[in-house]
């Protein structure tokens, strides 16, 4: 099994930053890529950011020049940085990570529990 936890949600003033980490453990042979998607009360979720293996990157335009994702491979570790926090970016966290358990094995998707991000004054 695969399990991710995530942390560094909290309450936030807008133009304020937070950092979220997410790491993965359990049966892991390789991770493809890893991400964070978040949804807010009475919408859809929606891709934030996502990096795969070789630290190729795709933003959500809404979030673009203000959040950067990054990864530690050695520590099975994605982080998001979010900067400018705007009252829009309120919303719960989940971040995802596309593992293989075996060699030659497609990759699952696995998720994370969320962590809640609320940007007021």
């Known amino acids: 099994q695969v399990q991710l936890v995530e942390s560094g949600g909290g309450l936030v003033q807008p133009g304020g930053s937070l950092r979220l980490s997410c790491v993965a453990s359990g049966s892991i042979f390789r991770i493809k890529a890893m991400g964070w998607y978040r949804q807010a009360p009475g919408k859809q979720r929606e891709l934030v950011a996502a990096?795969?293996?070789?630290?190729?990157?795709n933003y959500a335009d809404s979030v673009k020049g203000r959040f950067t994702i990054s990864r530690d491979n050695a520590k099975k570790t994605v982080y998001l940085e979010m900067n400018s926090l705007k009252p829009e970016d309120t919303a719960v966290y989940h971040c995802?990570?596309?593992?293989?358990?075996?060699?030659?094995?497609?990759?699952?998707?696995?998720w994370g529990q969320g962590t809640q991000v609320t940007v007021s004054s």
């Open positions: 990096i795969i293996s070789d630290g190729g990157t």
């Open positions: 995802y990570a596309d593992v293989s358990i075996k060699a030659f094995q497609r990759s699952s998707s696995y």
